[in-house]
């Protein structure tokens, strides 16, 4: 069996990632079967997507804990590792195609560049937490960190404790996330998520056509 294909998708929070993630897997699915290809398609997120990583993202997420810094990093890298182990890595090793709404990119961009630890600092812990699990094709939607707020305001939900913090950290996340891109442009494809979202879901699909296809001729 072939080693399946691991897409993520990145972004400031109010990017879109949770609307592309939905439409994707849907469209991703139907291309996968219309290839007369019997693999599966599965969407996980972060922090999340098994049962001990969802305890921690209540952690994480909940804006009436006080979080350090460090310790914040350490329990996504814990959230992610427990991910890995349990569910991603058995999916990949079974031949899926796995669509996954944040991975370490989100770390390296939130708490090495946003919290100001460190992005080789954090780039260390969570290749102990992931086994140095590196995705086939990242996307990063990219939305100026005033419209990611502007959109987060519209939420009926209020903002979580990362989504609270100010517009200097979420600058320093924005430009973390275009330094890893150019970084690695084998790796990343940058989409414009200011643009209407079908206009996005058709970048994307664009930007992932090649390994929709990767497994059909298996």
Do not use: H, W
């Not at 390994?211 to 298996?218: I, P, R, V, W």
């Amino acid at each position: 069996m072939p080693r399946g294909t691991l897409i993520t998708i990145e972004g400031l929070d109010g990017a879109g990632k949770s609307t592309l993630a939905q439409a994707l897997v849907r469209e991703a699915a139907a291309r996968v079967r219309a290839g007369a290809c019997a693999r599966r398609v599965e969407l996980l997120r972060e922090p999340g997507g098994v049962r001990t990583s969802e305890r921690i993202r209540q952690l994480v997420k909940d804006p009436t804990l006080a979080v350090g810094p460090a310790a914040e990093a350490l329990l996504y890298a814990a959230a992610r590792a427990q991910l890995v182990q349990e569910r991603l890595q058995p999916l990949l090793e079974d031949g899926a195609l796995v669509l996954l709404d944040r991975f370490v990119d989100s770390s390296l961009a939130y708490q090495g560049a946003g919290r100001q630890l460190g992005v080789e600092r954090i780039r260390a812990i969570n290749l102990l937490a992931t086994g140095a699990l590196a995705p086939d094709r990242t996307l990063l939607l990219r939305v100026a960190p005033a419209t990611g707020r502007a959109r987060q305001a519209t939420r009926a939900a209020s903002p979580d404790r990362v989504e609270g913090e100010d517009e200097a950290f979420f600058a320093r996340v924005a430009a973390a996330y275009d330094e890893l891109a150019r970084a690695e442009p084998q790796r990343f494809r940058t989409l414009d998520a200011e643009r209407p979202p079908d206009e996005v879901l058709a970048a994307a699909l664009a930007a992932i056509a090649d390994l929709l296809t990767a497994g059909n001729s298996e």
